[in-house]
């Protein structure tokens, strides 16, 4: 009955105009585009690209690759929960820049696949040779065999970092087992230091959390689980929520953790005030820059029958990385789609220079490391399985309703036994 | 001049461009979101027709949906019985002829002019259980026990939000109740006075009943801002902890923008534009008095 665009423009505009407040900046890419037409008046193609890395080294490796590849580089960077807002809206309402990155799992990469708006990339890969650095199952082939999009950030996973000064405060020791980690929870709530900060607010945390917990209990429980194999109602699962509700009932987390926002909860492990942090390994960085010395790592202790090297939680899977795309209805589609292949190179560059795992090959020689870091890339070596978080292999309806679910687990509503039971029964019915 | 504006045709005439732009960018959205309110639509794929189900699903299903109607309700008593004679204590003080009453004015209407999504913030700060300043000052005070999570707790969570909004807005009324004070007539008191009506029975028998226009539009505006609020919430505490400060607006925004599901998110709209219409039109009615003239 009505056009998709204009539908979808319509029910934004009806929906409310504070969520148009809230999309922030839609007019940004109206301005590149504006931006886009006076370049291409002076006769050089221009390319607008949105990212939600925070970190400098991605604003960097596009400006050097726009210096390459010979465009104009209209570069945006949207705070990263409000890119998940902007993008679906710009997705539904075809209103993307030339190349934009996305996140990892399926409820990000589906719609951008079904919204017919993305160019398929073989042609360049292919033409430029480039397709061939990339190393074996790093491209993604979509079921019409192409290729749709090039990897935006290497295997990130969910990482145990620690104060080291507070836990030298302690006299305390990195916890190895369960009893070590509620052990040290004790101490550190009775010493009035906040055992482990979490950003309640997003969810996301807590949610990774309990993924790790559940694969220490048993490593292929939840691939079972959604195969049919096993239930969410299963012990493992259970037990790693009553290990949630154990860890929420002796005050492990910081005061009003459910409505802290990430980089609130960040900032209190930052300023020495919380014990414990777990976060995604992409975190080295900036935690390393601003804390020094004082970041310590560890593998994520043995709170289960599994041992530390079993497995950890990934931030993507294979089906579903962190990826650039590239419009189709660009007006530049060649040298975006050159322009994305070339950035997602130098980016792997960076990585390798970092001494992470690319996904590329590179000719660029590593640099030192830190110490955490080089354990972090030896542990990482050593581990078995990367299970894959299980909010990116859920649609995006689950995926919110499973996170909501979660949150209520950490906030007691929900005792172990009827947070299971209603995982089991949200997750069956997504299949 | 005089003729044309006597030419009802002509006034009709002059009317349409602005009605159309009125039509095409309010109407027509809303008609639209009323259509796909009754699809499932992931805004992507092609719709499917689904009846009712939305609606069905909203009234039966939806757990947060009762407790965001509850949570609208609560913001507009707050709005209607809390901010509003705030505002009107306000608006009596800074029309006393005293000596600094503008700058007590400007002060109150002070966090007015300030962004709601600033203002959020500077109180999640403020409210920060770890490091916030509330906690820190009743510490300071030895009232620790009344320290609280604030925003963090599901007890304490929407009263807190409730808090901002009202400090936030409250300078708005009272200007607007101000403005209506400064146009009552000075004689009015000065009759009254001469009757022995002076101070609270002055307020009651003659800035009250004279105001009562003003303080319908205030009610109304009260009203609808709190049927309508996401900002703050959003900002705060994204409806949290536990749905606990959810509001209509901001689950159409989470199920439409975040969910994908366009359809449930334009039920939830279509219920935020009736709700606010008919309260509105009650209020009207409700309020709707003579006109009292002495």
Request: charged content about 20%; aromatic content about 12%; overall charge negative.
């Amino acid at each position: 009955m009505f056009g998709k665009k204009l539908g979808v423009v319509a029910a934004s505009i009806a929906l409310s105009s504070v969520v148009l407040s809230a999309c922030g900046g839609a007019n940004g890419n109206e301005g590149a585009t504006q931006n886009q037409d006076a370049k291409a008046a002076e006769g050089k193609e221009s390319v607008s690209l949105w990212m939600f890395d925070a970190d400098p080294m991605y604003q960097a490796a596009a400006e050097a690759t726009a210096a390459e590849v010979g465009v104009d580089l209209n570069y945006e960077y949207i705070q990263d929960e409000t890119y998940k807002t902007k993008i679906s809206v710009a997705l539904a309402a075809n209103e993307l820049p030339d190349v934009f990155q996305q996140h990892a799992g399926k409820s990000y990469r589906t719609p951008v696949l079904q919204s017919k708006t993305v160019a398929p990339l073989n042609d360049t890969l292919d033409s430029t040779g480039l397709g061939a650095k990339f190393l074996d199952n790093q491209l993604v082939k979509e079921e019409d065999g192409n290729i749709y999009s090039v990897p935006s950030n290497i295997s990130t996973t969910l990482v145990f970092y620690y104060n080291k000064k507070l836990m030298s405060d302690l006299g305390a020791t990195p916890p190895a087992t369960w009893d070590d980690l509620q052990a040290l929870v004790s101490k550190a709530d009775d010493k009035g230091i906040i055992p482990i900060a979490l950003g309640g607010k997003e969810r996301w945390q807590g949610d990774l959390l309990y993924n790790l917990l559940v694969a220490r209990q048993d490593v292929n429980v939840f691939d079972n689980a959604i195969k049919g194999d096993a239930k969410f109602t299963d012990a493992p699962f259970v037990d790693a929520a009553k290990q949630v509700a154990t860890l929420v009932s002796s005050n492990a987390f910081q005061k009003g953790f459910l409505g802290s926002a990430y980089l609130d909860a960040q900032e209190l492990f930052k300023n020495d005030k919380a014990l414990i942090w777990i976060d995604g390994s992409f975190n080295f960085g900036a935690l390393s820059k601003a804390m020094g010395d004082n970041l310590g790592y560890i593998a994520f202790p043995k709170t289960g029958a599994e041992d530390v090297y079993s497995a950890t939680i990934g931030f993507q899977n294979s089906a579903a990385p962190y990826s650039l795309f590239v419009n189709n209805s660009s007006k530049h589609l060649d040298k975006a789609k050159e322009f994305a292949i070339k950035l997602s190179l130098k980016l792997n560059d960076e990585f390798v220079r970092k001494g992470l795992p690319g996904y590329a090959a590179s000719e660029v020689k590593s640099e030192s490391q830190n110490e955490q870091l080089s354990a972090y890339a030896t542990d990482i070596s050593k581990t078995a399985k990367t299970q894959a978080m299980w909010f990116g292999l859920l649609s995006a309806d689950t995926g919110q309703e499973y996170r909501d679910m979660t949150q209520q687990l950490y906030g007691g509503n929900l005792t172990p036994e009827e947070y299971t039971a209603q995982l089991e029964t949200l997750l069956r019915s997504a299949e | 001049m005089e003729r044309a504006l006597s030419d009802k045709k002509l006034i009709a005439l002059f009317l349409v461009p602005g009605l159309t732009v009125f039509l095409i960018f309010y109407f027509v959205p809303i008609l639209m979101t009323a259509y796909y309110s009754f699809q499932e639509w992931d805004g992507i794929n092609p719709m499917a027709f689904v009846g009712l189900d939305n609606y069905t699903k909203m009234f039966t299903a939806d757990k947060s949906f009762w407790k965001a109607v509850w949570n609208s309700v609560a913001f507009l008593l707050t709005g209607v019985f809390v901010q509003l004679p705030l505002s009107f204590g306000l608006a009596l003080l800074v029309s006393r002829k005293m000596k600094g009453r503008k700058w007590f004015r400007n002060i109150y209407f002070f966090p007015v002019v300030m962004s709601t999504t600033m203002v959020s913030l500077l109180w999640v700060k403020i409210y920060d259980p770890n490091i916030g300043m509330l906690n820190t000052l009743l510490e300071a005070a030895h009232l620790g026990s009344w320290a609280q999570a604030w925003l963090g707790d599901t007890k304490t969570a929407l009263l807190s939000v409730l808090i901002v909004t009202t400090w936030h807005y409250v300078g708005y009324n009272m200007l607007i109740l101000f403005a209506g004070i400064q146009g009552i007539s000075e004689q009015y008191y000065e009759a009254a006075k001469l009757d022995g009506a002076v101070g609270w029975k002055a307020v009651r028998y003659i800035t009250l009943p004279l105001l009562s226009d003003v303080l319908r539009i205030c009610v109304v505006l009260n009203v609808i801002y709190a049927l309508k609020t996401f900002e703050s919430v959003y900002v705060m505490t994204n409806g949290g902890p536990l749905h606990s400060t959810t509001m209509i607006a901001l689950k159409m925004f989470q199920e439409a923008f975040l969910k994908q599901n366009f359809g449930y998110g334009s039920a939830l709209a279509v219920f935020m534009v009736l709700e606010c219409l008919i309260i509105a039109w009650v209020l009207n009615k409700v309020l709707t008095r003579e006109k009292i003239e002495y």
